[in-house]
């Protein structure tokens, strides 16, 4: 069973940049892969990057690919994802979810656990 706490969402200009956090606590962490996935009023869930257990694997959704950078220490349980020149069309609410038995979580499918989510707004 593995637990998971995003932080770090805010309200933030355009070109901003915000660091998000995911801590996991519970069964060993560092043996997921885990993703960051995003959620719009009104529009499905959809993938933003994923990273494997060891870090050395890293995807990326064509609309952030150069701005955001996904990154992982499990000494510390903590992925990141860190957003920068962000857009009015980045403001969601952004989930990180864990898979075990996947080497990266492209789809929600492939996730086994979830965090509760932090919300991210971009003004203009």
């Known amino acids: 069973q593995v637990q998971l706490v995003e932080s770090g969402g805010g309200l933030v200009q355009a070109g901003g940049s915000l660091r998000l956090s995911c801590v996991a606590s519970g069964s060993t962490f560092s043996y997921y892969a885990v993703g960051w996935f995003r959620q719009a009023p009104g529009k499905e869930r959809e993938f933003v990057a994923t990273?494997?257990?060891?870090?050395?694997?890293?995807y990326y959704a064509d609309s952030v690919k150069g701005r955001f950078t996904i990154s992982r220490d499990n000494a510390k349980n903590t992925v990141y994802l860190q957003m920068n020149s962000l857009k009015r069309e980045d403001t969601a609410v952004y989930y990180c979810a864990a898979g075990r038995d996947s080497i990266l979580v492209l789809t929600p499918e492939r996730a086994n656990y979830w965090g509760q989510g932090t919300q991210v707004t971009v003004t203009s």
């Open positions: 990273i494997s257990w060891s870090g050395d694997n890293t």
